[in-house]
Structures are given as structure tokens and as C-alpha cells.
């Protein structure tokens, strides 16, 4: 059985690795999810005990929450054009270090994010390591409301089963992402990730997807 109380301490572990490289001055792009929570937490200590000056920019309202708790000072994305460095979680990493990102329904925020940012870090854990993306995860669409039909049927076309996220727990309806779009979440099986993440932008009313092979990390951080 797997340990839930080890896998939260690898996420841990390799977030304050990835907090360690941040130095004062910088510009920083916050990512979405368990495993950047713990990025942001440990950034927010740094800031307090070493008075760092930092800028910060997230991507979804959940990060800029967090970051705000822990002491982050936190400015509009298009305040910049360009950013030092910014670090997030995967739902999938392969030995090319190509991703699928998006469970929190952030991917596209954090795709503008990443290819802003000179230096694009990713902490995981062990279990997100794949052979092949897909293996584990659906790839989620973004794409405006009225053009969700269209959209699954093209997704259809490129040999895709999609399916409509839909929230679970209190809320009725579909997820509604912090763009006001609607997310389609997608089984895939993929030869070339950076094809697929183009024909899949290419559909019209997509906004963007989860597949991260043409913006992809310049290091990773994976904790065994």
C-alpha cells in the first residue's frame, strides 16, 4: 500500500530544493497544486527569515490565496514580459521531460507562465514518471463554452475519448476554470507529444492544452 504521509514528504523535500535556487531581486512564477503549495510555503518562509525581495506571479486564484497567506507579494501577470524563474508541479513527466499539466484546470495560466520564465523548474514525486505521456492521466482542453461539442468531436477525430470535467463533491456542473472557460479532459495515446499539443491548439475554441512538449522545463527535480 502505497504511503501517503512518505509521498507528502517527497513533495516536500524536492519543493525546498527548488526554493533554495530563488534569490533576492528575482521575479517568480508561482505554480498550481499539492507539490507547488509546498513551493510557495517554503518561499514564504525564505522571504520571512532572510527578508528576500521578491516579485511573484501566479497561476490561478488558488495560488495567489496561498501565496498571500505566506507572506508573498504578489503582481498582475502583465505587469512583466518577461520572468526569472518559475516553478511548478507535473501530472506527468517523461524521460524527455515532456508533461501533461492540468489537474487543477490552470494549465493554460501556467503555460503563459513557464514560457515567460528564463528558468522553468518542475518538482514531483516518483509517481509521476512515465514511459509515455498518457500512461496515467487524461490530457485537459481548455476551450470557451459554446464550442464544446465541435471540440469533442475534432478530439474524436485525433483518436481522443473525451469527456467534459465535471466538479465533484458540493458543486453541480462542469469545472469552470479561472478564465471562464470549460475543461475537456482527454485520453490520449501519444507518439509525439509536440505534434499532438499542436493539432490539438489548432481546433478552433480550444484555448490551450496540457500537453508541455514545446514549453518545456529546463530542469527537473523528482523525489524517490
Excluded at 17 to 22: D, E, F, K, P
Excluded at 145 to 168: D, H, I, T, W, Y
Amino acid at each position: 500500500m502505497k504511503d501517503a504521509s512518505a509521498n507528502q514528504e517527497q513533495k516536500r523535500a524536492v519543493a525546498v530544493r527548488a526554493a533554495a535556487l530563488v534569490v533576492g531581486g528575482q521575479t517568480v512564477g508561482l505554480g498550481t497544486g499539492s507539490t507547488a503549495a509546498f513551493f510557495i510555503e517554503d518561499l514564504g518562509r525564505r522571504v520571512r527569515e532572510e527578508r528576500l525581495s521578491l516579485k511573484c506571479v501566479v497561476t490561478s486564484f488558488s495560488s495567489s490565496v496561498l501565496a498571500r497567506d505566506h507572506g508573498l507579494s504578489v503582481f498582475p501577470l502583465d505587469d512583466f514580459d518577461a520572468l526569472d524563474i518559475s516553478v511548478d508541479g507535473a501530472d506527468e513527466i517523461d524521460s524527455s521531460m515532456c508533461l501533461i499539466k492540468g489537474g487543477g484546470a490552470a494549465h493554460t495560466r501556467e503555460k503563459l507562465v513557464h514560457a515567460m520564465s528564463k528558468r522553468f523548474v518542475v518538482i514531483a514525486d516518483a509517481s509521476k514518471r512515465v514511459s509515455k505521456l498518457g500512461e496515467k492521466f487524461p490530457v485537459p482542453v481548455e476551450c470557451i463554452p459554446p464550442a464544446v461539442r465541435f471540440v469533442e468531436r475534432k478530439l474524436r477525430e485525433l483518436g481522443g475519448k473525451p469527456s467534459v470535467r465535471f466538479a465533484k463533491g458540493g458543486k453541480d456542473g462542469p469545472i469552470v476554470t479561472d478564465n471562464g472557460n470549460l475543461i475537456i479532459d482527454v485520453l490520449l495515446d501519444m507518439n509525439s507529444p509536440e505534434k499532438m499539443e499542436r493539432e490539438i491548439n489548432s481546433i478552433p475554441g480550444v484555448l490551450d492544452n496540457g500537453i508541455f512538449a514545446i514549453t518545456k522545463p529546463s530542469e527537473a527535480f523528482i523525489a524517490e
